[in-house]
């Protein structure tokens, strides 16, 4: 469907008309391709310095063996996309694409010029290099992209042992300023991935045990950001900000403590906002969200959903747009935890247009942390520490009383939640919430969203169904955690645990939006893709072998494709403007160099696939044709 300013711009031709094989349109198609020949002009491309990189304001584009993916039922293969500005005008083969560009000539010139033949603009032509495909724009539904640029600087995710982090930390540490109140910050760390340790939190004393690290103040936070780890130096500092004293306890957090009652170094969930690391400068914000657009747009990335976006976040997202620096779409959920109280008073929807490069409707609330620090807030005890449930960041009666505040506002709201009781508390109250309003779809129209939907009890995966949730999930985390959860979980409760196809076949909308949770994981979409088709790790294993972890629960190519495109859309209420390659929306899509939809293809040649250009309104934002 196109807005009415789309059909103001230019006279798109419906599907159907295009597709249609009746005799007399096979006719005029012949006749009409003969005659736009004549100021047609074709360009064929390769992988050499002949690769463009700026096209006209419209152009074909096109594919041998109807290459593009269009993610639309009626047509999910075409051979040619026209893109007329930031739009797509029309698809089909290249007669009836050429057939659709002569008659609209035509019709400009009798409407502006008179019979004038010579003010008929030619159709330029572009095949894209063979055994490329075209697919929608990619999209990740839930990543954070100032913490990814923040990641980048300090790459703990690379190590595989204890030893070989504090080694990368001593080097970080010896190109950048030293002193006692200098902080050192980094991202990634994840002590189930380390070949020395048993995989218990690391420590404060660990930090220490380098000469050059022990006297500086160092925050480092776990991979999925639900823990920070400090040094001493670090827990002095803390202990000096909080007036000479750690709490016995924190409210949707925990303090990691020794057997004598003190501090390990670990602080989980809620307890990491009392540490005082530095606040980033608005030229710092600006500097990881280049690095993150720019290697978002080299993956095929044309939106991200920024799961947790601060005030000054969207502001700097705003002020990028208004200077035209802001080269990607980013849906922004506003972060409930980082609103002082006055600003989330005083926070306004902000959604000018479904195709705006920055919106902001929905908000994110946080019940729960995370598997792997056995934060995920579970109804049992954890199969692998029989004394933990996992925490409960907002506890059942308070995730009620904020979700319904934001709900009556308009917002949408999306919640984070991990483990089975988190799970069950947010559907409970969405389920309130509909009742209360006395109109069945009501959840449906207003699209709340889980985020994650990691754990959940058997009926609760058909019951989020029924009430029209959307549960964004993230393919990769299956595939990271799988080698633990179900130690963590048990044989039984993991089998409601990362259960994807059942999600989508459940869901009450046929929608299943696929995101990353960069990064926390590789900011790569394929990967995702991968993952959500296989169940295996890049080596093509699994903890049941090659034939997938849980197979049952794999999507098909398609599925994980529209997840990534229109499921993704339809969860940021964009699904009549982005999401698939269809007249009237707008013209987001990337060439890829494999062809990662062949059923029939291995799925390692996924992982092969390269990103060879990422469109964004019709132009080229990274790599050429």
Same mark, same amino acid.
């Not at 159907?16 to 074709?42: H, I, M």
């Not at 999925?224 to 306890?249: I, M, N, Q, Y």
């Not at 990064?519 to 699994?542: C, M, Q, T, W």
């Given at each position: 469907?196109?807005?009415?300013?789309?059909?103001?711009?230019?006279?798109?031709?419906?599907?159907?008309?295009?597709?249609?094989?009746?005799?007399?349109?096979?006719?005029?198609?012949?006749?009409?391709?003969?005659?736009?020949?004549?100021?047609?002009?074709?360009?064929?491309?390769?992988?050499?310095?002949?690769?463009?990189?700026?096209?006209?304001?419209?152009?074909?584009?096109?594919?041998?063996?109807?290459?593009?993916?269009?993610?639309?039922?009626?047509?999910?293969?075409?051979?040619?996309?026209?893109?007329?500005?930031?739009?797509?005008?029309?698809?089909?083969?290249?007669?009836?694409?050429?057939?659709?560009?002569?008659?609209?000539?035509?019709?400009?010139?009798?409407?502006?010029?008179?019979?004038?033949?010579?003010?008929?603009?030619?159709?330029?032509?572009?095949?894209?290099?063979?055994?490329?495909?075209?697919?929608?724009?990619?999209?990740?539904?839930?990543?954070?992209?100032?913490?990814?640029?923040?990641?980048?600087?300090?790459?703990?995710?690379?190590?595989?042992?204890?030893?070989?982090?504090?080694?990368?930390?001593?080097?970080?540490?010896?190109?950048?300023?030293?002193?006692?109140?200098?902080?050192?910050?980094?991202?990634?760390?994840?002590?189930?991935?380390?070949?020395?340790?048993?995989?218990?939190?690391?420590?404060?004393?660990?930090?220490?045990?380098?000469?050059?690290?022990?006297?500086?103040?160092?925050?480092?936070?776990?991979?999925?950001?639900?823990?920070?780890?400090?040094?001493?130096?670090?827990?002095?500092?803390?202990?000096?900000?909080?007036?000479?004293?750690?709490?016995?306890?924190?409210?949707?957090?925990?303090?990691?403590?020794?057997?004598?009652?003190?501090?390990?170094?670990?602080?989980?969930?809620?307890?990491?906002?009392?540490?005082?690391?530095?606040?980033?400068?608005?030229?710092?914000?600006?500097?990881?969200?280049?690095?993150?657009?720019?290697?978002?747009?080299?993956?095929?990335?044309?939106?991200?959903?920024?799961?947790?976006?601060?005030?000054?976040?969207?502001?700097?997202?705003?002020?990028?747009?208004?200077?035209?620096?802001?080269?990607?779409?980013?849906?922004?959920?506003?972060?409930?935890?980082?609103?002082?109280?006055?600003?989330?008073?005083?926070?306004?929807?902000?959604? !000018?247009?479904?195709?705006?490069?920055?919106? #902001? &409707?929905?908000?994110? %609330?946080?019940?729960? =942390?995370? /598997? $792997?620090?056995?934060?995920?807030?579970?109804?049992?005890?954890?199969?692998?520490?029989?004394?933990?449930?996992?925490?409960?960041?907002?506890?059942?009666?308070?995730?009620?009383?904020?979700?319904?505040?934001?709900?009556?506002?308009?917002?949408?709201?999306?919640?984070?939640?991990?483990?089975?009781?988190?799970?069950?508390?947010?559907?409970?109250?969405?389920?309130?919430?509909?009742?209360?309003?006395?109109?069945?779809?009501?959840?449906?129209?207003?699209? !709340?969203?889980?985020?994650?939907?990691?754990? #959940? &009890?058997?009926?609760? %995966?058909?019951?989020? =169904?029924? /009430? $029209?949730?959307?549960?964004?999930?993230?393919?990769?985390?299956?595939?990271?955690?799988?080698?633990?959860?179900?130690?963590?979980?048990?044989?039984?409760?993991?089998?409601?645990?990362?259960?994807?196809?059942?999600?989508?076949?459940?869901?009450?909308?046929?929608?299943?939006?696929?995101?990353?949770?960069?990064?926390?994981?590789?900011?790569?979409?394929?990967?995702?893709?991968?993952?959500?088709?296989?169940?295996?790790?890049?080596?093509?294993?699994?903890?049941?072998?090659?034939?997938?972890?849980?197979?049952?629960?794999?999507?098909?190519?398609?599925?994980?494709?529209?997840?990534?495109?229109?499921?993704?859309?339809?969860?940021?209420?964009?699904?009549?403007?982005?999401?698939?390659?269809?007249?009237?929306?707008?013209?987001?899509?990337?060439?890829?160099?494999?062809?990662?939809?062949?059923?029939?293809?291995?799925?390692?040649?996924?992982?092969?696939?390269?990103?060879?250009?990422?469109?964004?309104?019709?132009?080229?934002?990274?790599?050429?044709?």
């Amino acid at each position: 469907m196109s807005t009415p300013a789309q059909q103001a711009a230019v006279p798109v031709v419906p599907q159907r008309a295009v597709n249609s094989g009746t005799k007399q349109q096979v006719v005029w198609t012949l006749f009409a391709s003969a005659v736009a020949g004549l100021s047609t002009y074709y360009y064929t491309f390769t992988n050499t310095a002949t690769s463009r990189t700026s096209l006209p304001s419209a152009y074909a584009l096109c594919t041998k063996g109807s290459r593009i993916y269009t993610v639309e039922e009626s047509a999910p293969r075409v051979d040619c996309i026209v893109v007329d500005k930031q739009t797509i005008s029309a698809t089909g083969t290249l007669a009836e694409v050429q057939s659709y560009w002569d008659e609209y000539q035509n019709d400009l010139i009798m409407k502006f010029y008179g019979n004038e033949p010579s003010a008929k603009k030619p159709l330029p032509v572009f095949n894209v290099p063979p055994g490329s495909i075209v697919v929608p724009g990619l999209t990740d539904v839930h990543a954070h992209l100032l913490e990814y640029g923040f990641k980048m600087q300090l790459r703990l995710d690379e190590v595989s042992s204890l030893s070989e982090l504090l080694d990368t930390v001593e080097a970080y540490a010896r190109k950048h300023p030293s002193g006692p109140d200098i902080w050192i910050e980094g991202l990634g760390w994840d002590q189930m991935r380390w070949n020395d340790t048993d995989g218990s939190f690391p420590t404060a004393a660990d930090l220490a045990s380098r000469a050059s690290l022990a006297s500086r103040p160092i925050a480092l936070r776990r991979v999925d950001c639900h823990a920070v780890w400090l040094s001493p130096r670090a827990l002095e500092l803390t202990k000096e900000h909080l007036g000479g004293t750690f709490p016995s306890s924190v409210p949707g957090g925990e303090i990691i403590r020794d057997s004598k009652g003190e501090p390990t170094g670990v602080f989980v969930d809620a307890a990491e906002g009392l540490v005082p690391v530095p606040k980033w400068s608005k030229e710092v914000m600006r500097e990881y969200a280049k690095r993150a657009f720019k290697d978002a747009l080299s993956v095929g990335l044309t939106n991200v959903h920024d799961a947790a976006t601060s005030v000054a976040e969207f502001e700097l997202f705003k002020e990028m747009d208004r200077e035209g620096v802001l080269p990607i779409r980013v849906y922004s959920m506003a972060d409930s935890v980082r609103l002082t109280p006055e600003e989330a008073k005083e926070l306004e929807i902000y959604d !000018p247009h479904p195709a705006a490069r920055t919106r #902001m &409707r929905s908000v994110k %609330l946080f019940t729960d =942390g995370a /598997l $792997g620090s056995w934060g995920a807030a579970l109804l049992a005890p954890y199969s692998d520490k029989p004394d933990a449930r996992g925490i409960m960041r907002l506890p059942e009666e308070e995730l009620e009383s904020v979700a319904r505040g934001w709900w009556e506002r308009g917002w949408a709201v999306n919640v984070h939640a991990i483990g089975d009781r988190a799970n069950k508390a947010v559907l409970d109250v969405f389920e309130g919430i509909a009742k209360d309003s006395g109109d069945e779809a009501a959840l449906v129209k207003r699209r !709340p969203r889980i985020e994650h939907s990691q754990i #959940m &009890r058997e009926g609760d %995966l058909a019951r989020s =169904g029924k /009430l $029209g949730i959307i549960n964004s999930v993230q393919p990769t985390h299956a595939t990271a955690d799988m080698w633990y959860a179900e130690s963590r979980l048990g044989p039984e409760r993991i089998k409601g645990a990362y259960a994807y196809r059942t999600l989508l076949e459940h869901s009450r909308s046929g929608v299943l939006p696929l995101g990353s949770d960069f990064p926390v994981e590789d900011i790569n979409p394929l990967f995702g893709f991968y993952a959500a088709v296989a169940r295996l790790n890049h080596k093509g294993d699994s903890p049941h072998g090659n034939s997938g972890w849980y197979p049952s629960e794999r999507l098909t190519r398609f599925q994980a494709l529209k997840g990534m495109t229109l499921d993704a859309a339809y969860a940021a209420f964009a699904e009549d403007t982005l999401g698939s390659l269809a007249p009237g929306k707008r013209a987001d899509f990337v060439v890829l160099d494999h062809d990662i939809m062949d059923e029939t293809a291995p799925f390692d040649e996924i992982l092969e696939a390269k990103v060879k250009a990422t469109f964004v309104d019709g132009k080229v934002a990274y790599g050429g044709i």
